[in-house]
């Protein structure tokens, strides 16, 4: 996809579409890996919990399986990030993994028809451990993240605001609080932004 607020445009974005009008270089930004040595870097972390994100991770996940193979084979709890656009392999759902879907709003850009797709979002919905996360701007968003999950399903419902700086993410999260929790639906903040603001890890 293309979201025009995405905070990861280094890993799609090569003609300068996004907000910040940056065409990214995948020369310089897209590194192969073969997936023992992916393996080996995340030993040294000694964590249970890999979560795996993008871009979008299930845009190649036939070439994720052996490493996921490997990680649960050695307790490894695996939790996949996705934009609920691509139906995962039943390979995965056998593995354990769980799913973090972010179906996309208007307000990203992209048409509707790229945005959801039903059968994806069917199967990771009928997934065990699926949860849903909605980026939101405003209280105003929160009728169409109903629209969504009457029609596909969608839950259980978490709303993230949309921000990449901490003072954009609190003044959000404080404007979608109350809708939020009158919905029934979860609140969550960006834990990363918060502490590190928009800084790009190593
Ligand atoms: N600006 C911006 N805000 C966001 N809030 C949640 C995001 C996400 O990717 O989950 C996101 C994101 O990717 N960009
Ligand atoms: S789906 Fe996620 S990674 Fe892809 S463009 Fe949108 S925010 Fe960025
Ligand atoms: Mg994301």
Redesign the pocket.
């Known amino acids: 996809?293309?979201?025009r607020?995405?905070?990861?445009?280094y890993?799609?974005?090569w003609t300068g579409v996004?907000d910040s009008g940056i065409a990214h270089s995948p020369r310089a930004e897209l590194h192969p890996m073969a997936w023992r040595a992916v393996l080996e870097r995340l030993s040294g972390y000694a964590v249970p919990l890999v979560v795996i994100?993008?871009?979008?991770p299930l845009s190649q996940q036939n070439r994720l399986l052996p490493l996921l193979h490997a990680l649960t084979g050695t307790g490894h709890r695996v939790e996949i990030?996705?934009?609920g656009?691509i139906e995962p392999l039943s390979e995965l759902a056998a593995l354990g993994v769980r799913f973090n879907v972010?179906p996309?709003l208007a307000h990203?850009g992209?048409p509707a028809a790229r945005r959801l797709v039903p059968r994806a979002l069917a199967a990771l919905a009928a997934m065990p451990g699926t949860a849903f996360k909605f980026?939101c701007r405003s209280p105003e968003d929160l009728a169409e993240v109903a629209d969504v999950v009457e029609h596909y399903g969608t839950t259980p419902v978490w709303i993230m605001p949309e921000g990449r700086t901490p003072e954009e993410l609190s003044l959000r999260l404080a404007a979608l609080g109350d809708a939020v929790i009158a919905r029934g639906w979860n609140l969550t903040t960006r834990l990363h932004v918060a502490v590190w603001g928009d800084r790009r890890g190593k």
Do not use: A, L, Q, R
């Open positions: 996809m293309s979201c607020w995405c905070d990861t445009p890993t799609w974005d996004g994100s993008g871009g979008e990030e996705t934009n656009t972010s996309k990203s992209d980026v």
